[in-house]
């Protein structure tokens, strides 16, 4: 695990993270007191401290050091050692955890960022940044944003937009980024990509939408430059041999590509007769949810039950 990097400036606290299907959560978990769970993505904390509310024990992970700094003020006090803090990336996890000799009865993996991260200028993902181009969670890793714009191919690129982001006009974009390279233009700033990606779609005709239309192209490139699928597979099947039997996993993903891999995931599993699937269409939020989190828009919930 990576103890080496530092917390950043970012104001954590600015913009709360409402958990996610907290409920739905806690009753694929149904907790046994006592228990062991995981959470492999901290976050702001909500769904721990939701676990821990109903008498688990958790270890918890985060790559980012902040997140894991703020539970450390937060939760750690109230929750004692019932709370186990890992600084790092949850596609380690199966080893940490025989490490520390923990047979979990369940894994939440809650994918994505939260969203104070998403608004922090140091983060890059935010549409107003004027920051770098970078989008990389953890500062040690070589690949940023602007690196994979400076380097894909047009092809690279368009599969990049169309896999991890579900982008309609990818290859308009990998065109219009290819072209503005070829000019020494490519944008250099969140803000500055934000506008040509919205330059495209204003060409291309589209005009009102909901989301920003750089929404997908943010996205795309953050799955890939934290290679988050990646992650989130090695996490999971490191763990899953761990759980103790009736365990169970249960993943939230926002996006089509991750929920494709899980659904394969999961499913391969049951087909090598190691476990079950409790419902085959993932669950998604109610509607007084959707009206309060807009984030729950496109959660998906899969649960796997260990034999
Ligand atoms: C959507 S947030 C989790 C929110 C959390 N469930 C809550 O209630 O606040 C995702 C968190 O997972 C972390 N994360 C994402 N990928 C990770 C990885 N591969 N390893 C460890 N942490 C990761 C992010 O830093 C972020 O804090």
Same mark, same amino acid.
């Given at each position: 695990?990576?103890?080496?990097?530092?917390?950043?400036?970012?104001?954590?606290?600015?913009?709360?993270?409402?958990?996610?299907?907290?409920?739905?959560?806690?009753?694929?978990?149904?907790?046994?007191?006592?228990?062991?769970?995981?959470? /492999?993505?901290?976050?702001?904390?909500?769904?721990?401290?939701?676990?821990?509310?109903?008498?688990?024990?958790?270890?918890?992970?985060?790559?980012?050091?902040?997140?894991?700094?703020?539970?450390?003020?937060?939760?750690?006090?109230?929750?004692?050692?019932?709370?186990?803090?890992?600084?790092?990336?949850?596609?380690?996890?199966?080893?940490?955890?025989?490490?520390?000799?923990?047979?979990?009865?369940?894994?939440?993996?809650?994918?994505?960022?939260?969203?104070?991260?998403?608004?922090?200028?140091?983060?890059?993902?935010?549409?107003?940044?004027?920051?770098?181009?970078?989008?990389?969670?953890?500062?040690?890793? @070589?690949?940023?944003?602007?690196?994979?714009?400076? @380097?894909?191919?047009?092809?690279?690129?368009?599969?990049?937009?169309?896999?991890?982001?579900?982008?309609?006009?990818?290859?308009?974009?990998?065109?219009?980024?290819?072209?503005?390279?070829?000019?020494?233009?490519?944008?250099?700033?969140?803000?500055?990509?934000? /506008?040509?990606?919205?330059?495209?779609?204003?060409?291309?005709?589209?005009?009102?939408?909901?989301?920003?239309?750089?929404?997908?192209?943010?996205?795309?490139?953050?799955?890939?430059?934290?290679?988050?699928?990646?992650?989130?597979?090695?996490?999971?099947?490191?763990?899953?041999?761990?759980?103790?039997?009736?365990?169970?996993?249960?993943?939230?993903?926002?996006?089509?590509? @991750?929920?494709?891999?899980?659904?394969?995931?999961?499913?391969?599993?049951?087909?090598?007769?190691?476990?079950?699937?409790?419902?085959?269409?993932?669950?998604? /939020?109610?509607?007084?949810?959707?009206?309060?989190?807009?984030?729950?828009?496109?959660?998906?919930?899969?649960?796997?039950?260990?034999?």
């Amino acid at each position: 695990m990576d103890e080496s990097v530092q917390p950043s400036d970012r104001p954590l606290d600015r913009m709360a993270h409402r958990p996610v299907m907290t409920s739905e959560v806690l009753e694929a978990l149904s907790i046994c007191q006592g228990s062991w769970y995981v959470d /492999a993505t901290l976050g702001q904390g909500g769904h721990t401290e939701a676990m821990l509310s109903q008498g688990a024990q958790v270890v918890a992970f985060d790559m980012d050091p902040l997140a894991i700094m703020k539970a450390r003020e937060n939760l750690s006090p109230r929750f004692g050692d019932r709370l186990r803090l890992v600084s790092g990336n949850h596609r380690n996890m199966g080893q940490v955890l025989m490490d520390m000799g923990i047979h979990p009865r369940g894994v939440l993996l809650d994918s994505g960022w939260s969203m104070p991260q998403s608004e922090s200028d140091s983060s890059g993902l935010s549409f107003e940044s004027t920051g770098p181009l970078d989008m990389r969670m953890d500062p040690s890793v @070589e690949k940023t944003a602007l690196s994979v714009l400076e @380097e894909s191919s047009i092809e690279e690129l368009a599969s990049i937009l169309s896999n991890y982001g579900d982008e309609p006009l990818a290859m308009g974009i990998a065109r219009a980024l290819a072209e503005a390279r070829s000019r020494g233009r490519l944008p250099g700033t969140p803000k500055e990509l934000a /506008a040509f990606v919205s330059g495209v779609y204003y060409r291309k005709g589209y005009r009102r939408s909901r989301r920003h239309p750089a929404t997908r192209t943010f996205m795309a490139l953050r799955i890939v430059v934290n290679g988050e699928i990646d992650s989130l597979i090695l996490g999971l099947a490191g763990v899953r041999p761990l759980l103790e039997s009736g365990g169970k996993l249960v993943v939230l993903s926002f996006h089509s590509r @991750e929920d494709r891999e899980i659904k394969h995931l999961f499913r391969n599993w049951v087909r090598e007769g190691l476990g079950s699937l409790p419902f085959s269409k993932p669950r998604t /939020a109610d509607k007084e949810e959707l009206r309060r989190n807009p984030r729950a828009r496109s959660a998906k919930m899969r649960v796997f039950i260990e034999n």
